[in-house]
Every structure is written in structure tokens, then in C-alpha cells.
Nanobody, 119 residues
């Protein structure tokens, strides 16, 4: 199983980006998927998470600005980021709990995608 994160880039304050996390491989089902971020010199932190039933939770610092969603048919999870601030600058990672064809659940990480918010 592989996770491919994409969609990062340079955006001005107040702008928007949409990140994608696509899973591929021997996937029976994807359970919870989380988006995390790590800024230079800081620890990795949870940004948002979506569960298999569609319920979500968000870190307080992104509530009302970011939205996580999923397309189960495409094994893809999205993070829509609006009203971006310079402090949102970080490498964003996705993490998924995947059940494979042999009914084993494992945790996987994507490679990270850089988001830079700057004028």
C-alpha cells in the first residue's frame, strides 16, 4: 500500500489550496485518515481527520478554514484549505489506517507536500 500526497505549493495569505492523498495497492478498505503538518523546528501536529463513516474532527487552529473529505471509490482524501495564514506554512502529511486484502490493518504515511503561505 502506498499513499501519495499532492497539491502543495506557494500561496498568498488569504488564498486557498486543495491537498489530495491517494492510496493505492492491496486495499480492502480505508478507515481513518488524518492530515498532519510539521513546520520547521516544530513537532508534527494533527490538522484534521476523517473516519470511515464520514465523521470528522479538526484542530482548533483550522476550524472554519479547512475541510477534510473523502472519495471512497477513488481511495482518496482531500484537505481543502481556505483563508490560509503564514503560520499554516508546513509540510503536510497524510496518514491512513488501511485494511488490506488479507484483513490486516496497518498505518501508512504519505511522503508529505510542502505548503508555503507568503506574500
Amino acid at each position: 500500500v502506498q499513499l501519495q500526497a499532492s497539491g502543495g505549493g506557494l500561496v498568498q495569505p488569504g488564498g486557498s489550496l486543495r491537498l489530495s492523498c491517494a492510496a493505492s495497492g492491496s486495499i480492502l478498505r480505508i478507515n481513518a485518515v488524518g492530515w498532519y503538518r510539521q513546520a520547521p523546528g516544530k513537532q508534527r501536529e494533527l490538522v484534521a481527520r476523517i473516519f470511515s463513516g464520514g465523521s470528522t474532527n479538526y484542530a482548533d487552529f483550522v476550524k472554519g478554514r479547512f475541510t477534510v473529505s473523502r472519495d471512497n471509490a477513488k481511495n482518496t482524501v482531500f484537505l481543502q484549505m481556505n483563508s490560509l495564514k503564514p503560520e499554516d506554512t508546513a509540510v503536510y502529511y497524510c496518514n491512513a489506517f488501511v485494511i488490506d486484502f488479507w484483513s490486516h490493518e496497518s498505518s501508512y504515511w504519505g511522503q508529505g507536500t510542502l505548503v508555503t503561505v507568503s506574500s
